[in-house]
Structures are given as structure tokens and as C-alpha cells.
């Protein structure tokens, strides 16, 4: 496609039902906070939410009706993912780590990071598998100090990725496909990456064209992996 839209629509694309609405819908949470990261399962019922600057995290089991605040760390995050089910959230923070709920934030592990040093590093943006492989999600995390790490077991292990670090390491964003196998991160400042997998990060990347030539803060890609959005 070309960078620039031929035209802008002058309609609504003929899949959607109608006009869309906007609704504010801030029960159970503050008008006035600010919101730095929402994700969403599948189905549009759970959904997750960060506060900017005031720390913690919120769910919704109701399409975004009513809010309650989750038992995860009061911490500030950055970043923060779910499966298609939504009963799987992952929440990445700035120096504290990196934390997994798998009973739709009502409980929360430990640190995944715990022990290690890089789990002081400032951690930018998260992705993960849809779907279970093998019973177990695939999560990707990028940091702003060294490049990425790779978890092949819901978080369990970590390694760091293979995906070359450059002058400036840090991942704006990252996102997997279904099954976690493609993997893409673009990096931000003069490293302008777009990056691609097709072995979950494992081994070899390719560099994608970037004929902007722009730093990308941004991605995401659909569930096969085989449309790319920066």
C-alpha cells in the first residue's frame, strides 16, 4: 500500500453497522484520570486499563460498564497485554519488574523477573501469543535499555532476544500473531527498525522496509501475522 491514502473516506466502511458513539464509561474509577494503556480480549467483555502517573491496574467484565481496581502491584506500568481470553494479562513496569495475572487480574504472580537485573530496566511494551501452544503463551517484552526478552513459557524463563540491540535499544512497541510465532518490534530514536520473526524471536530477523525512513513508536499486526500496521 502507499503511504499516503489515496482519499479520505467520506463514509463509514460498509462493515460497520452504523455511526459510531463514544461513551464515557467511568464507573468504579475517576473521571479525572488520565490513561496511558488499554487492551482488550477477543470478545470486547474484559478489558484492562492503566492510569497515567497514579499506578495500578483496572479491569472490566463488563465491556467497559463498571471498573474495579485489580490486586496487581501499585506500581507505574508501561505496558500491558492479554490473550484472546482475556483471563491472561501480563503488566510490564518502569525498574519493578514484570507481572502475570492468570485469573483475569484477580490475582497476580510475583515479579516474573525477580532475582535478575534486568528486572530494574525500564520496560516499554509488551505482546503475547493469543493462544496457548503446547499449553503454554509466548510473551515478548521490549525495554528501553537492552533490546528484547523472549518468554516461550508464560513467563517462567526468560532469554534475551535475538533481535539486534543497535545505538538505541529501546522497543516502542511489539506485537505477536495468534500463536505467537511471528513476532515484530520496531525500535524507536535513530534505530528505525522494523523487525520480523517467524520462529517466536528465536533466531534470525529480518529488517522490513521502512521507506519513511521514521521512528515508529507503534505496531500491530493481525492474527496470522501476515498484515503489519506501524
Do not use: R
Amino acid at each position: 500500500p502507499s503511504a499516503t491514502p489515496s482519499a479520505v473516506p467520506s463514509a463509514l466502511p460498509s462493515f460497520l453497522p452504523g455511526p459510531c458513539t463514544l461513551t464515557q464509561v467511568n464507573t468504579g474509577v475517576s473521571s479525572n484520570v488520565d490513561w496511558s494503556e488499554v487492551v482488550t480480549d477477543q470478545s470486547g467483555m474484559n478489558v484492562y486499563a492503566v492510569p497515567y502517573i497514579v499506578g495500578g491496574l483496572y479491569a472490566s467484565g463488563d465491556h467497559g460498564s463498571t471498573w474495579a481496581l485489580t490486586t496487581a502491584p501499585t506500581l507505574f506500568y508501561n505496558a500491558i497485554a492479554t490473550d484472546v481470553s482475556g483471563a491472561y494479562v501480563v503488566a510490564a513496569t518502569t525498574g519493578s519488574g514484570i507481572y502475570l495475572s492468570s485469573t483475569y487480574g484477580s490475582t497476580w504472580s510475583a515479579n516474573l523477573l525477580s532475582g535478575s537485573s534486568i528486572s530494574a530496566f525500564t520496560w516499554l511494551s509488551l505482546s503475547m501469543s493469543h493462544t496457548a501452544t503446547d499449553g503454554v503463551l509466548y510473551i515478548y517484552a521490549g525495554s528501553s535499555n537492552s533490546g528484547g526478552q523472549t518468554s516461550l513459557d508464560t513467563g517462567a524463563s526468560w532469554s534475551q532476544s535475538a533481535a539486534p540491540i543497535g545505538t538505541y535499544p529501546a522497543i516502542a512497541s511489539a506485537s505477536a500473531n495468534q500463536t505467537g510465532t511471528f513476532v515484530y518490534h520496531v525500535y524507536t530514536i535513530n534505530d528505525k527498525y522494523v523487525l520480523a520473526s517467524n520462529d517466536a524471536g528465536t533466531s534470525g530477523w529480518l529488517a522490513l522496509t521502512n521507506p519513511s525512513g521514521n521512528s515508529w513508536v507503534s505496531i500491530t499486526t493481525d492474527k496470522l501475522g501476515m498484515y503489519v500496521y506501524v
